[in-house]
């Protein structure tokens, strides 16, 4: 089975439209590891992709904002602005979706997803000593996480835990191979608002039965993206970040 793994969503169509072109026929199922909607102006577009295509979804901590289940005081003035938006224009239908989305851990027979952490869907792994403490809560051998927006994650070996690293700027992906007498805690990365420097879209496709994890990256349409965020008066800021994959 090949699965679609793709996290941090946050309503950016024209992010997951080039995703979906980009590995079209190459695989048999989606899983999304949450945030599918916050910061971006087509939460309704995505949400509905979403409902209707992927059978495995965990929520994300901007899910459960614009749903109205998170205090938002505890998010950065900007962040809080576009959940306030998101929450305003979502449909009552994807309102009710998001608030039944299930928190995760979601363990499925071939792997493990969760948002941020096994522990709290708001938890940030991103070094070799935050996945370190986590090793002896994991499920199952192969786990799936997003949240930090950074494609890569852990492996936990014999000689300890090591990160990882994303694909180079230079290159559309790359190939990880899994040892059987390893752990692994997979990232995909961002589709909707890469913060690891490179502005493609990030997502992954795990073979669970070649044992291979593929990174994957693609151009996407930044411009029409960001018009759409300051027509709908988002932050600015949020659309400027877009192009520096920031």
Same mark, same amino acid.
């Given at each position: 089975?090949?699965?679609?793994?793709?996290?941090?969503?946050?309503?950016?169509?024209?992010?997951?439209?080039?995703?979906?072109?980009?590995?079209?026929?190459?695989?048999?199922?989606?899983?999304?590891?949450?945030?599918?909607?916050?910061?971006?102006?087509?939460?309704?577009?995505?949400?509905?992709?979403?409902?209707?295509?992927? !059978?495995?979804?965990?929520?994300?901590?901007?899910?459960?904002?614009?749903?109205?289940?998170?205090?938002?005081?505890?998010?950065?003035?900007?962040?809080?602005?576009?959940?306030?938006?998101?929450?305003?224009?979502?449909?009552?239908?994807?309102?009710?979706?998001?608030?039944?989305?299930? !928190?995760?851990?979601?363990?499925?027979?071939?792997?493990?997803?969760?948002?941020?952490?096994?522990?709290?869907?708001?938890?940030?792994? /991103?070094?070799?000593?935050?996945?370190?403490?986590?090793? =002896?809560?994991?499920?199952?051998?192969?786990?799936?996480?997003?949240?930090?927006?950074?494609?890569?994650?852990?492996?936990?070996?014999?000689?300890?835990?090591?990160?990882?690293?994303?694909?180079?700027?230079?290159?559309? =992906?790359?190939?990880?191979?899994?040892?059987?007498?390893?752990?692994?805690?997979?990232?995909?990365?961002?589709?909707?608002?890469?913060?690891?420097?490179?502005?493609?879209?990030?997502?992954?496709?795990?073979?669970? /039965?070649?044992?291979?994890?593929?990174?994957?990256?693609?151009?996407?349409?930044?411009?029409?993206?960001?018009?759409?965020?300051?027509?709908?008066?988002?932050?600015?800021?949020?659309?400027?970040?877009?192009?520096?994959?920031?």
């Amino acid at each position: 089975m090949r699965y679609l793994i793709v996290s941090d969503i946050h309503g950016n169509w024209e992010a997951l439209e080039s995703v979906l072109a980009s590995a079209r026929g190459g695989y048999d199922e989606v899983c999304c590891l949450g945030d599918v909607v916050g910061y971006c102006a087509d939460p309704n577009r995505v949400t509905d992709w979403i409902r209707t295509n992927v !059978k495995a979804v965990v929520r994300g901590n901007h899910d459960k904002a614009c749903a109205g289940l998170e205090n938002l005081e505890w998010f950065n003035p900007i962040a809080r602005q576009a959940a306030l938006w998101t929450m305003q224009h979502l449909t009552t239908e994807n309102l009710e979706w998001l608030r039944a989305l299930p !928190k995760g851990p979601l363990v499925t027979e071939e792997f493990e997803m969760f948002h941020g952490s096994p522990l709290d869907e708001d938890d940030y792994i /991103v070094s070799a000593q935050d996945a370190a403490q986590l090793m =002896g809560y994991l499920q199952s051998p192969v786990s799936f996480f997003g949240h930090t927006h950074l494609q890569g994650g852990f492996t936990c070996e014999r000689c300890g835990v090591r990160k990882i690293e994303r694909p180079r700027r230079d290159a559309n =992906g790359r190939v990880l191979e899994l040892q059987r007498d390893s752990l692994y805690m997979i990232n995909p990365g961002s589709v909707g608002q890469p913060r690891d420097g490179d502005p493609r879209t990030a997502w992954a496709v795990y073979d669970s /039965v070649e044992r291979l994890v593929e990174y994957r990256r693609a151009e996407y349409d930044v411009r029409a993206c960001q018009n759409k965020i300051l027509r709908c008066g988002l932050p600015e800021l949020l659309a400027h970040r877009l192009e520096a994959g920031a």
